[in-house]
């Protein structure tokens, strides 16, 4: 082993606390930095695995008129667009009358996957599957009866409890959006078989293009994509509105009509009782109570058949809600969680790297001070600059890059799991932890610019001393009063420990700027902590 290179180990092992208080503050600032920057992503990714296992839908849209087969057909003219219709409304239910978002069940549905969390799923006419929230907030349980008010308009009003799950379409446990019947706020979501809801079409059609699932929901490429998608739907659905309103009030207009017909026939009935009753009595008797109560009762179901005429032509106009994930309940709001976690990650490392530079080239100076004589022999011996300047650069290489790698290794792979852990307020997540290397690249340089810089700066400064000047100590810095010194009385009352630690401070200014920032940083973070925690605990308050 060369000279120099045993001169470099000798100088890791003999004071070692040296090395390791670099690596440490270099891992420090490492493990934040890849830490919370891999969390934003991971997040997402977690969050995008969970919904391709889900299958949620890309786009949903709601209908005023409903949807059939030839809508289905329609949307799925896209290129990779597959699209299923299912019935949906919002009722009321319960001794509260609580706000339900209510879904059909199909057990061939293919998108807007349940995720099972207790129980089993509808089998028989009577069960119903309820929202985990209806069991964790309201406190619901399995094997009880579920009523629904009538004005809910279903096939039965009693329903029994067979299961709890969550739904992709509702990743906030916090919240599940608002309607326009109740207080305004829909409580949970529930599930009854589809044939129980007595809706004469499906009312939402979801659509779901596979080529998009590889892109993050959050991204702006699939938002292109998404709103480019719509554009085309929009388009296509466009001259359908006019075909479905014209069905539907054709449609409506036919039962009228029929049960027009009936009522007229009826009331012909009434009067024909009436001329035959003329007739008979000599013109005496004109009519009676049996025949004037039975033509109020027809005089009222044509008043009611004015009404649904009435109804039918504003009722029939097809209207189209369209929305995206973004406007599912609080979909958006995650995704602004986890930029607001990367955008943490630009502002909390930078002052662990820069402590880590000002620790380095302390040590560094202190280091080299002391080996004064050792460099002026090698530069003697005729040993290089940068043959000299390399022992102490890797010596710092070494440190900087043992901390970043066992960092960034721990940092990447539990950081961003902690941060999923403490994600309680939504749906239970598949963890999906990449390795980030863009960020592991970004940290090297980083380390490097602390460690082996500043190695760089204080060294070559060194170097540029003649040998014979090296192999003699260093001269003392000349005495100098400092600021203090010349307030007398405030001077003469300190004590001379204190006197020594005055003039150290101002003397040795790496170590006084080291120690303030220090301290600074450390206050810095400790109230910027409690600030974070303090606004997500009232943003979260309703």
């Known amino acids: 082993m060369k000279p120099l290179t045993k001169n470099m180990w000798r100088a890791i092992k003999k004071p070692l606390g040296r090395f390791i208080a670099i690596v440490l503050i270099i891992m420090l600032g490492v493990l934040i930095f890849v830490g919370v920057k891999a969390s934003g992503p991971s997040l997402n990714d977690s969050l995008s695995k969970t919904l391709l296992n889900t299958k949620l839908s890309d786009i949903q849209v709601l209908s005023t008129t409903g949807f059939d087969k030839k809508d289905i057909k329609i949307a799925e003219k896209l290129s990779d667009a597959k699209a299923e219709a299912v019935k949906f409304k919002y009722v009321l239910a319960g001794k509260d009358k609580s706000a339900v978002a209510l879904f059909g069940y199909q057990s061939q549905q293919k998108q807007n996957k349940l995720i099972l969390r207790s129980g089993r799923l509808p089998k028989s006419k009577n069960e119903i599957v309820l929202d985990n929230r209806a069991k964790t907030k309201y406190g619901y349980k399995l094997g009880q009866t579920f009523t629904f008010l009538k004005s809910a308009n279903l096939k039965q009003r009693k329903y029994k409890i067979v299961g709890f799950a969550d739904s992709p379409m509702y990743i906030d446990n916090t919240e599940r959006g608002t309607t326009n019947i109740g207080d305004g706020t829909v409580h949970f979501f529930a599930y009854i078989p589809d044939n129980q809801m007595n809706l004469d079409s499906a009312t939402l059609l979801n659509i779901r293009f596979d080529s998009l699932q590889k892109y993050s929901s959050f991204g702006n490429h699939y938002q292109d994509q998404i709103n480019k998608k719509i554009i085309q739907l929009k388009k296509l659905f466009k001259t359908r509105s006019k075909i479905r309103s014209?069905?539907?009030?054709?449609?409506?207009?036919?039962?009228?009509?029929?049960?027009?017909?009936?009522?007229?026939?009826?009331?012909?009935?009434?009067?024909?009782?009436?001329?035959?009753?003329?007739?008979?009595?000599?013109?005496?008797?004109?009519?009676?109570?049996?025949?004037?109560?039975?033509?109020?009762?027809?005089?009222?179901?044509?008043?009611?058949?004015?009404?649904?005429?009435?109804?039918?032509?504003?009722?029939?106009?097809?209207?189209?809600t369209w929305q995206t994930r973004e406007d599912l309940p609080g979909f958006s709001t995650y995704g602004d969680s986890s930029n607001r976690i990367s955008a943490i990650a630009n502002v909390f490392p930078a002052f662990f790297f820069l402590i880590a530079a000002l620790i380095t080239f302390t040590t560094i100076t202190r280091m080299i001070e002391e080996a004064r004589g050792q460099i002026g022999i090698f530069k003697a011996l005729g040993y290089s600059k940068f043959s000299i300047a390399r022992n102490y650069i890797g010596y710092a290489l070494m440190a900087g890059m043992a901390g970043t790698i066992i960092a960034a290794l721990i940092g990447n792979n539990f950081l961003p799991r902690i941060v999923l852990s403490l994600y309680k307020n939504y749906i239970p997540i598949v963890a999906v932890v990449k390795f980030q290397w863009g960020f592991f690249a970004l940290s090297i340089l980083f380390s490097l610019i602390a460690t082996t810089g500043a190695a760089i700066i204080v060294v070559f400064n060194e170097l540029s001393e003649k040998p014979a000047a090296l192999m003699q100590p260093k001269s003392p810095k000349s005495a100098k009063k400092i600021l203090l010194e010349k307030i007398k009385p405030l001077w003469s009352s300190l004590n001379f420990k204190q006197k020594i630690s005055y003039r150290n401070l101002f003397r040795y200014k790496s170590r006084m700027f080291m120690t303030i920032i220090g301290i600074a940083g450390g206050t810095a973070l400790i109230l910027t902590g409690f600030g974070i925690q303090n606004s997500i605990a009232a943003s979260g308050t309703r």
Do not use: H, M
């Open 246 to 320: 014209s069905q539907i009030l054709n449609k409506t207009l036919s039962v009228i009509e029929g049960k027009q017909k009936q009522l007229n026939q009826a009331k012909n009935e009434v009067d024909q009782a009436k001329k035959q009753l003329v007739e008979k009595s000599g013109g005496l008797v004109k009519t009676t109570p049996k025949l004037d109560q039975q033509e109020k009762r027809l005089n009222v179901q044509q008043k009611k058949l004015s009404g649904l005429l009435k109804k039918a032509n504003q009722n029939s106009k097809t209207v189209y």
